[in-house]
């Protein structure tokens, strides 16, 4: 909508404001009610007065200012660009009544982005999301038109990493992909959180980790491979002129970014990869390339599961369920002994 413009405060309200396009810059508050600033806005535009449409765009333009910057900031990247694709759906060629979307356009959504079921899953939950929130506005009473709709089928990652996987891309990597593996192995945390841990976290003899994604709070004990680590993460950073509180820090001492972490990892595994190819390994070589930094995650639970107990992997991945664990991260099978 032309002029009209949405703030976040402090407070978590947002406010809305008609630009009028002076010089210098004049706004016209318009409260914090979204609806009623929409009227108020058709007025000072002059356009002809009428209710306010309940449609897919002014509900995508409310949850993108009010919902989307209360999540994490991951999250947020994510669901921005799957707004993006939703508006394309649902606003082409004119922004769809919330009251005409029945669940034959859902089925149609997840078939219109089927070639990325992954995707095409994530979009019906950011849909279903978004229309519970309009019927809590009161945009809607209508049921929502996801429920009964399945997402498409999707297999379970079933990529373990082995030890000696790890160790070829393990002796490629530079020395800061090396605490980001043994940091992001031994905690078994998403790779946003390990990078995002720093020297504040250390507390009274503990690792203090608070998950981005869930909000799940873990202390994990200071002991063994973990000190040594945090040991050696300090020494190293004592040696650079360049100072950063974060555990992970690049061979120069600045602090790890994702891209630094990626590109760090893509060239010890496709060097490692090429090892094996030389050495005439091409099985090795192909589950060189299967790995991803994430699989260091599943990789922790899967060991852990085997030393301590299905229970003791989900407490350190922080779910809440063991059956999370069981059907998102444990790869290796159950351990069992032959008959005889």
């Not at 669901?79 to 939703?86: A, T």
């Not at 020297?199 to 503990?206: C, L, V």
Request: net charge positive; charged share 30%.
């Amino acid at each position: 909508m032309p002029n009209f413009r949405a703030r976040k405060q402090k407070s978590g309200t947002t406010y809305y404001y008609f630009d009028t396009g002076a010089k210098p810059r004049k706004e016209i508050p318009l409260g914090s009610d979204y609806r009623v600033a929409v009227q108020k806005w058709l007025e000072l535009s002059a356009m002809p007065a009428r209710p306010v449409s309940e449609n897919f765009a002014e509900l995508a333009d409310k949850y993108e200012a009010e919902v989307i910057p209360l999540k994490a900031k991951s999250t947020q990247a994510t669901q921005l660009g799957d707004l993006k694709k939703l508006r394309t759906f649902f606003c082409n060629p004119t922004p769809a009544p919330l009251n005409a979307i029945k669940p034959k356009h859902i089925y149609l959504l997840l078939q219109w982005a089927k070639d990325t079921p992954t995707t095409a899953n994530r979009l019906k939950r950011v849909f279903s999301h978004m229309f519970n929130m309009a019927r809590a506005w009161g945009w809607t009473e209508n049921e929502n038109p996801c429920t009964g709709i399945e997402g498409h089928s999707l297999g379970k990652r079933e990529v373990y990493i082995s030890d000696e996987v790890y160790r070829l891309v393990y002796e490629h990597g530079n020395v800061a992909l090396k605490d980001a593996m043994d940091l992001a192995y031994l905690t078994g945390q998403r790779p946003g959180d390990t990078r995002s841990l720093t020297d504040h976290d250390i507390i009274d003899g503990y690792l203090v980790i608070k998950q981005s994604k869930t909000s799940a709070a873990l202390r994990f004990i200071i002991e063994g491979e973990l000190k040594a680590l945090l040991d050696r993460i300090e020494e190293r950073k004592r040696s650079h002129k360049t100072w950063s509180a974060n555990l992970l820090v690049s061979q120069y001492g600045k602090a790890m970014s994702k891209q630094m972490l990626r590109k760090a990892f893509e060239t010890a595994r496709s060097d490692a990869a090429d090892e094996a190819d030389k050495s005439g390994n091409a099985a090795l070589a192909a589950q060189v390339r299967a790995f991803w930094f994430y699989d260091l995650r599943a990789k922790a639970a899967d060991d852990v599961a085997d030393e301590r107990g299905e229970l003791a992997a989900s407490k350190q991945l922080g779910h809440t369920s063991v059956q999370t664990t069981k059907r998102h991260y444990l790869r290796r099978g159950t351990r069992v002994q032959a008959t005889k």
